[in-house]
């Protein structure tokens, strides 16, 4: 899966301004080198994102912290020290090395150090910083297959690297600790538990944030179809319904649902962990199919479940468009 060659090529890409796809644990990254500004303007282009969403900067190491971070609180040395590389995103006071390009004209930046091989092998061969969002057109699914971004972005990258399925399949946790209190901007691969128990002390997630976070908006990680929430017990009264309204459902849950032999159903385990892992490919397979309307199954609300509602909650959220 490591292939030196290719590795280098990458990072020789990213030092001439160019912008690939990269796979980290999480979802696979849309990369440009975080000091080349026009570089950085290309992702936004080609996510269609506005300019003023910051992005996430991703790092070799936790040694790099001090020159993107002007104040590294003891909470950042903690999690960083426990959790990278990792599904943990910490945001910090920048130094002027995270350009107002990435952060969005922020005071603050955004740092991780991924865990996946691959991003991290051009990470370190690089020695620098690469701005990350998930490599898919704004306010889609993010891509966990490098199959995923192919269909997302076709040839607006200049290179995809292929390295396999995300092992964690949902982004990122952000904790913001900028300012006061740490707080949590994002629920994601880092189950909140985790956090609290090397702080030492609750963190709340804090939704309404006077930064600009597009995954908190409300209707982000939308597929075509539309969006139906359902606790396990209620899915089978929602699918007859639905149908009964002459919609064409599927269904986004586990085994024993009792649900009728001819409503096709996507595989998403109840234990948490293992529905984040297939959540994204799930909804892709599900919207695939063209259906009118998917009933997704929440998983319990504890460890990666809490991402996983968050982003079907997301998903069923009412749309512009
Ligand atoms: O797992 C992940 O975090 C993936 C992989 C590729 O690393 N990246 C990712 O990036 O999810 P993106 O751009 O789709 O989401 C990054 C989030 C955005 O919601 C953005 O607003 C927030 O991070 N963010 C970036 N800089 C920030 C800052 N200075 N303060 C608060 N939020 C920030
Ligand atoms: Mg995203």
């Known amino acids: 899966m490591l292939n030196p060659e290719l590795v280098e090529r990458a990072v020789e890409m990213l030092r001439r301004g160019g912008v690939i796809a990269l796979?980290?644990?999480?979802?696979?990254?849309?990369?440009?080198?975080?000091?080349?500004?026009?570089?950085?303007?290309?992702?936004?282009?080609?996510?269609?994102?506005?300019?003023?969403?910051?992005?996430?900067?991703?790092?070799?190491?936790?040694?790099?912290?001090?020159?993107?971070?002007?104040?590294?609180?003891?909470?950042?040395?903690?999690?960083?020290?426990?959790?990278?590389p990792g599904p943990l995103t910490l945001v910090l006071p920048?130094?002027?090395?995270?350009?107002?390009?990435?952060?969005?004209?922020?005071?603050?930046?955004?740092?991780?150090?991924?865990?996946?091989?691959?991003?991290?092998?051009?990470?370190q061969r690089l020695g620098g910083g690469v701005a990350a969002p998930s490599a898919n057109r704004f306010g889609r699914v993010s891509p966990t297959t490098a199959e995923h971004v192919r269909q997302d972005l076709g040839t607006d990258v200049d290179l995809v690297l292929d390295g396999g399925p995300c092992a964690v399949g949902v982004e990122s946790t952000i904790v913001d600790l900028s300012s006061g209190a740490p707080a949590i901007l994002r629920p994601g691969g880092l189950a909140t538990e985790d956090v609290e128990r090397v702080l030492?002390?609750?963190?709340?997630?804090?939704?309404?944030?006077?930064?600009?976070?597009?995954?908190?908006?409300?209707?982000?990680?939308?597929?075509?179809a539309g969006v139906v929430l359902a606790e396990p017990h209620e899915a089978a009264a929602r699918v007859a319904a639905l149908r009964a309204r002459g919609l064409r459902v599927g269904v986004l849950g586990p085994q024993g649902l009792a649900l009728p032999d001819?409503?096709?159903?996507?595989?998403?385990?109840?234990?948490?962990?293992?529905?984040?892992?297939?959540?994204?490919?799930?909804?892709?397979?599900?919207?695939?199919?063209?259906?009118?309307?998917?009933?997704?199954?929440?998983?319990?609300?504890?460890?990666?479940?809490?991402?996983?509602?968050?982003?079907?909650?997301?998903?069923?959220?009412?749309?512009?468009?």
């Open 262 to 321: 001819d409503v096709p159903r996507f595989d998403v385990p109840e234990e948490p962990a293992g529905a984040a892992r297939v959540l994204y490919t799930r909804l892709r397979e599900a919207d695939a199919r063209g259906h009118d309307v998917l009933v997704a199954c929440l998983p319990s609300a504890s460890g990666l479940g809490v991402a996983v509602r968050d982003r079907l909650s997301r998903a069923a959220a009412p749309r512009d468009s």
């Open 200 to 224: 030492g002390h609750a963190v709340p997630v804090r939704a309404e944030s006077k930064v600009r976070v597009s995954g908190s908006l409300a209707s982000h990680y939308a597929p075509r």
């Open 94 to 123: 920048r130094t002027p090395r995270a350009t107002d390009a990435v952060t969005g004209g922020q005071d603050t930046v955004a740092l991780r150090v991924p865990a996946h091989p691959v991003a991290l092998a051009v990470l």
């Open 23 to 84: 796979p980290t644990e999480t979802v696979y990254g849309l990369a440009a080198n975080a000091e080349d500004e026009l570089a950085v303007r290309r992702v936004f282009a080609i996510k269609g994102r506005p300019a003023t969403h910051p992005l996430i900067v991703h790092l070799p190491g936790a040694e790099h912290l001090s020159s993107w971070a002007r104040e590294v609180p003891d909470s950042a040395r903690l999690l960083a020290a426990a959790f990278w």
